[in-house]
């Protein structure tokens, strides 16, 4: 079944190229049915990217170790979810990934402007068609997802443990969907510069594109923080990683575009730099993909042994020079029709909105490309960390927030100082009431996260007038009790309150990262058994240790040969509170140079954390048990000595239980982190926010209302 | 193995091929039903197009006209919202909802130029104020 998985690969080749040329010359000659057959085109390739990806599936669950991504990633007690996701654990696997998804949300673009933008979707499917045509000869040329082993090998080496947590299972396909849904306004924006028509149509059929990449790549970058929450033995969501740092990059350019896209849409305005936005957005999306393949990062995200950098190099390079032709050889079709009417109206505070997150975006490209840039150059290894990404951006993100709120309240076109003052009255006042609590409350030592929770009571108190206003017209006007006028208001009016929910989420959001941040007590120590700790108001307690050996007993499926924890009893003021379980797994290395007993738990050991969380605080820890004690060593070094690889486990349960009776003091990390749940709330409730701005009208209202609007018209035609 | 993995990849090619080449087979069919090129391309296209063939227009431009007509009509109930909001004065709204219905009627009137059947129809709930009320002679959303 290889040999038809690479067949499909050469065969999406063969679409791809024939699609091109096709969707060129129709546009080109003007042959309506070669445009089409282009289109066609896209289609097909999705069909036959889906039987590869069904291949390569079928091949993870029946555990045929002949393809070598199954061997290499995957094993017979991996549960049969993690072999499903580990199909795009390797490099291999997630280019199908990526191409495959790319030709469904191709298909799915073209699909839904099959009857529109003729000129513009051929162009677009052509370059559509190019990025896929990229990927596949990638997997066809360099890295073939159905390369095989004969005789293939008994057994895999099994998932990264790292990679064993359920988040991690949807949030590749979410953040690759956030990606590929990248490349459509890119390819639909070139589309429209090559053929001259960046219009009313044009932003129409972008938005909705660019508003879905915006959604699913802000899910999967909130997943992997959660990831890396829950699972990474550090305790935080966010380290500023190279690759976290490359898929932010282009979700704040594609937050910039949604916001500016408004402008063009009402003013005719910005379109240089709409269109700048969103060929910014896909080139930064590639350049995401290109950090993890290219081999210049050693991180847990990168597909270390293969480096496809120079390829990459190529396509963005094209992707950056057409850019740049296109938008200056175009600059006199998108000069402005109008200009800003007043400093003082939502136009202004888009714009300002646009230049912070644009800025900001700015700032992390230079943060994490400097270094890489630098160490090519000079062969010295450079290094941006957390401290400096903190500096520029937590003030960028403060005044980000503040314009959240201010946007709200501020009229299009123009607004009045009169009307300005009395719409900013409530959220001011909010803003000043929050300090006055927060001062009373004795939170003052933090001054920026008092600035954040101040800006969040000014946008909490700005959002929540828009609806309290909204909501009593409507009900001025139709006398719909409280719920029914909301939900009219919000149905009516999706984008706006739809937005507004976004705004909503992402100041909650922020909320959750400043005081988890801000306010955080950590605690790294050793402890016996017996002993306590005591971490901000909580009192820590080491019961007792734990350990398992075997898959068979890993009810976590983690796959660790040994794994050993502690029993913590947590408390406050004398209070139970929690119990907490946290551990580290040990894993089989597969070097025999360990010896019998070593290979069993030689390899990378991962943590798994414990923690306690509620809507007002979590407590987390992590356990580091030492097992290079002398007793611990030498009944590993015994056990190599004398037991053949079969009868191994019994040295690993000597040494479970040697640990047990006797356990060495055991480092652990304890944190005690406020409000961190609200930082996954509020990315739901922007999720959700921008699910009810992203979903269309029901058809039926569409019909009602356009046989009333005919109606209205052939009644003023008649008068006239 | 060997022969069901090749007959399989046939299959694959077989239905590529047709997927792709069907607009090319169905703009090479001589036509027997007497309505001409332009009406069997329609069979792919938009109705616009069949309809502006015979009128000379460019059906993008078309498009773009509706399109931009359905932004105004937004761009209409958004600057109703702001007034009854409170965002803007009465004297502010009045003059904006004048400036951007005088634009809204000179898009339909580039519209209905064309001499478009279905006439200045708008789409996705377009056309009447942000709260769903105000006009006599319409039924709620």
Not at chain 1, 498 to 504: A, L, N, T
Not at chain 1, 598 to 606: A, F, M
Not at chain 2, 68 to 96: C, F, V, W
Request: charged letters at 15%.
């Amino acid at each position: 079944m290889a040999d038809l998985g690479f067949a499909c690969l050469v065969l999406a080749l063969v679409v791809c190229a024939y699609g091109i040329g096709a969707s060129l010359y129709g546009v080109r000659s003007g042959r309506v049915e070669f445009s089409e057959s282009g289109r066609r085109s896209v289609y097909a390739l999705a069909g036959v990217l889906t039987v590869g990806m069904v291949v390569l599936e079928v091949a993870f669950l029946g555990n045929d170790f002949a393809f070598n991504t199954v061997a290499d990633t995957s094993s017979r007690t991996t549960p049969a979810l993690y072999r499903a996701a580990a199909v795009w654990s390797s490099q291999e696997g997630s280019l199908l990934l990526w191409a495959w998804l790319m030709s469904l949300w191709s298909s799915l673009a073209l699909f839904l402007t099959r009857k529109r933008l003729r000129d513009v979707a051929a162009y677009a499917t052509a370059i559509m068609l190019g990025f896929g045509g990229f990927f596949v000869a990638l997997m066809v040329f360099y890295a073939n997802p159905f390369q095989t082993t004969k005789p293939a090998p008994p057994e895999g080496v099994g998932l990264d443990p790292l990679l064993r947590f359920p988040t991690m299972m949807i949030h590749p396909p979410m953040l690759y969907s956030g990606y590929t849904l990248c490349t459509i306004p890119f390819a639909f924006g070139m589309g429209a510069l090559l053929a001259r028509r960046v219009d009313a149509d044009w932003i129409k059929a972008i938005r909705r594109f660019a508003f879905a990449a915006w959604l699913f790549l802000g899910v999967g970058i909130l997943l992997g923080a959660l990831w890396s929450y829950s699972e990474l033995g550090w305790g935080g969501y966010w380290g500023w990683d190279a690759v976290e740092n490359a898929s932010l990059m282009p979700w704040l350019t594609g937050t910039a575009f949604l916001h500016s896209l408004m402008i063009q849409e009402k003013r005719g305005m910005l379109k240089v730099w709409n269109v700048s936005l969103v060929l910014a957005t896909g080139t930064l999306a590639i350049m995401g993909t290109f950090l993890v393949r290219s081999g210049i990062l050693d991180s847990i995200h990168a597909f270390g042994g293969h480096t496809l950098g120079v390829p990459f190099v190529c396509l963005i390079a094209v992707m950056i020079a057409g850019s740049i032709y296109l938008v200056v050889s175009r600059r006199e079709m998108l000069r402005s029709e109008h200009r800003l009417d007043s400093l003082l109206s939502r136009e202004s505070i888009f714009l300002a909105n646009n230049v912070v997150l644009v800025g900001l975006c700015f700032v992390i490209l230079w943060g994490t490309y400097f270094p890489l840039i630098s160490e090519a150059l000079t062969g010295q290894e450079a290094s941006v960390g957390p401290p400096w990404f903190d500096r520029y951006t937590v003030p960028l993100a403060l005044i980000l927030v503040l314009l959240s709120g201010i946007g709200p309240v501020i009229a299009w076109r123009r607004a009045t100082l009169a009307n300005g003052r009395r719409n900013f009255l409530v959220p001011v006042a909010c803003g000043v009431l929050m300090l006055v609590v927060l001062e009373i409350a004795g939170v003052t030592q933090k001054p920026l996260a008092l600035v954040m929770f101040c800006c969040a009571a000014f946008v909490f108190g700005s959002i929540g007038q828009e609806f309290f206003r909204g909501t009593r017209a409507r009900r001025a006007m139709a006398g719909e009790p409280v719920p029914l006028a909301l939900l009219g208001l919000v149905r009516r009016n999706r984008r706006r309150y739809g937005g507004y929910i976004v705004h909503i989420g992402i100041t909650v959001l922020f909320v959750g990262v400043a005081a988890s941040s801000s306010f955080q007590h950590a605690s790294q120590l050793g402890l016996r058994p017996g002993q306590s700790t005591r971490v901000g108001s909580y009192e820590i307690r080491y019961v007792r240790p734990t350990a398992t050996i075997t898959p068979k007993y890993d009810e976590a499926h983690t796959g660790s040969t040994l794994s050993l924890g502690a029993i913590l009893d947590v408390t406050k003021n004398g209070r139970h509170v929690a119990t907490l379980n946290p551990s580290e797994g040990f894993y089989a290395s597969g070097e025999a140079s360990q010896g019998t007993v070593g290979s069993l738990i030689g390899g990378q050991p991962v943590s798994h954390v414990a923690m306690d969380a509620s809507l007002t605080r979590n407590v987390w820890t992590a356990i580091e048990p030492d097992i290079e004690t002398p007793s611990l060593k030498r009944i590993v070094s015994v056990g190599n000595s004398t037991l053949p690889a079969g009868e191994a486990l019994v040295a690993v349960a000597y040494l479970a239980r040697a640990y047990i009776q006797h356990p060495p003091p055991t480092q652990f990390n304890f944190l005690v982190s406020p409000l961190v749940f609200w930082i996954w709330i509020g990315g739901l409730i922007a999720a959700g926010g921008g699910l009810i701005a992203l979903w269309p009208a029901p058809s039926t209202v569409r019909r009602r209302v356009r046989a009333r609007s005919r109606a209205r018209t052939l009644r003023g035609l008649a008068r006239a | 193995m060997a022969f069901l993995v090749a007959l399989l990849t046939l299959v694959l090619l077989a239905v590529v091929v047709l997927v792709v080449g069907a607009p090319l087979r169905r703009a090479g069919r001589p036509d027997t039903s007497g309505r001409g090129a332009s009406s069997t391309r329609a069979l792919d296209d938009a109705p616009s197009r069949a309809t502006s063939a015979g009128h000379g227009e460019d059906p993008g431009q078309m498009e773009d006209l509706e399109a931009a007509r359905e932004a105004k009509y937004r761009e209409i109930r958004d600057t109703e919202l702001d007034y009854r909001t409170g965002k803007l004065s009465r004297q502010d709204y009045e003059a904006i909802d004048s400036d951007l219905r005088a634009e809204a009627l000179a898009l339909l009137n580039q519209l209905e130029s064309s001499d478009r059947p279905s006439g200045a129809t708008p789409s996705s709930g377009a056309e009447g104020d942000s709260l769903g009320m105000g006009r006599k002679n319409d039924a709620d959303v």
